[in-house]
């Protein structure tokens, strides 16, 4: 049986899929196949994104040379005490790298490959655990135990972890090129932090405690209902 991409843009199916089963209703939505686990693309994406960690990474750490500036305005998260210089690349810099060694750890360790050389500088640490998953990225995006699991926030499956830090470090030096700004707030958070980044197949909510990804038409979908509900109580 083939198996159906775990990857954002089959949202919508696995939706529709969910409700068929509690409902008996049928759906005419097809998914994109994996080929075996992940589709084409998906895999293609993630091999791209992970061979581009560390020259990003390279440019996250010279953020630290200027220091972190404080938020002096609005009114969430603001602060009159600087951080300390370089706090938050240091911060980002620890997720990654410690995102990179865990899933080499892991993948070792099912594997049952030699445990990876420690004691080692961050950068050399960094860069064989990408030239490491790179050679081992197809057994992982197929045999790792959270393959399967769907692209979303906080997911296990290691397609969307890279796909995370990969989006985390664009965000952070100015290189996510937006297509658009959606003026409606996030479904499930409800704040004004939906984004889509250029050649991205999906809107994905910028609170970090959210991390929602819609796919166009779930986002068209959502905006006609909040203009319909909208309509309904300037009627009212």
Known sequence: MPIA??????NAWRRAETERKATGLDHDLTPTWGDPMHC???SERTRSQLAELP???AAIWLEATHGTRPKTTGTVNRTTTPAWPGEASRLLTDHIVGGLLDLEDDVRDLQRLNPRVPNQREGTLAARAVSFLSIHLDWTLEHHPMADEPHQHLSGNPASQIHGWHAAALRFTHRDVRMDHPQVPCPRCDLLALYRADGDDYIECRNIECGLLLTPDEYEAYTRARAAEHARKAAA
Do not use: A, R
């Open 5 to 10: 991409c775990p990857g954002t843009h089959n």
């Open 40 to 42: 084409g693309y998906c």
């Open 55 to 57: 020259e990003l990474l």
